[in-house]
């Protein structure tokens, strides 16, 4: 069955970087792109951007342009979101969801916490 | 840039019908799928491509699309459906989300 499982929760320091991993099982991890949606505590969906696996090509939200990188390690089919420049407001639970067709995300992962604080 | 606008909060009675609309321009000409999230889990996809349910999708979900307007319906509502639902599509190589229903089955 198909999974993505994410890293563990992390605190970070205003001004740092976080990096999350997203480790997909159950298919061809080349074969559709990842998605990478963050969840402030009793707020909507918001989505960060998206990686194909494959080519390694991405497209960014605009307000994240510039502070994010998505990456891939075909090898163990693992994703990676890197948020850099951290400040409170990007305190969130993150998580990754595979890009399936007619621009669905078919399945999640479970989230990661990224909590920003002093 | 492009933005879908839910209503905060829709409340129904078990057994009944409940009905979420998702308002952005000319929304009828893309594809639509809707979210379910439960508090404290990641969303799960219960409508894409405007009226299809993923397997595993109880059949009491259905979708519409047109015009400016998609809809979520729950026939005969049942507690378990007590959630918050985001609407989805994409827009110019965007991912666009939805302002999210909170749905209270009463």
């Known amino acids: 069955q198909v999974q993505l499982v994410q890293s563990g929760a992390e605190v970070k320091k205003p001004g740092a970087s976080v990096k999350v991993s997203c480790k997909a099982s159950?298919?061809?991890?080349?074969?559709?792109?990842i998605n990478w949606v963050r969840q402030a505590t009793g707020q909507g969906l918001e989505w960060m951007g998206w990686m194909n696996p494959n080519s390694g090509n991405t497209g960014y939200a605009q307000k994240f342009q510039g502070r994010v990188t998505m990456t891939r390690n075909t090898f163990i089919s693992t994703a990676y979101m890197e948020l850099s420049s951290l400040r409170s407001e990007d305190t969130a639970v993150y998580y990754c969801?595979?890009?399936?067709?007619?621009?669905?995300?078919?399945?999640w992962g479970q989230g990661t916490l990224v909590t920003v604080s002093s | 840039s492009y933005e879908l606008t839910q209503p905060p909060s829709v409340s129904v009675s078990p057994g009944q019908t409940a009905s979420i609309t998702c308002s952005g321009d000319k929304l009828g000409d893309k594809y639509a799928c809707w979210y379910q999230q439960k508090p404290g889990q990641s969303p799960v996809l219960v409508i894409y491509?405007?009226?299809k349910r993923p397997s595993g999708i109880p059949e009491r979900f259905s979708g519409s699309n047109s015009g400016n307007t998609a809809t979520l319906t729950i026939n005969g509502t049942q507690a378990m459906d007590d959630a918050d639902y985001y609407c989805q599509t994409w827009d110019s190589s965007t991912v666009v989300f939805g302002t999210g229903t909170k749905v209270t089955v009463l």
């Open positions: 159950g298919y061809t991890f080349t074969s559709y792109d």
């Open positions: 969801a595979r890009g399936g067709s007619y621009s669905k995300l078919d399945y």
């Open positions: 491509q405007d009226n």
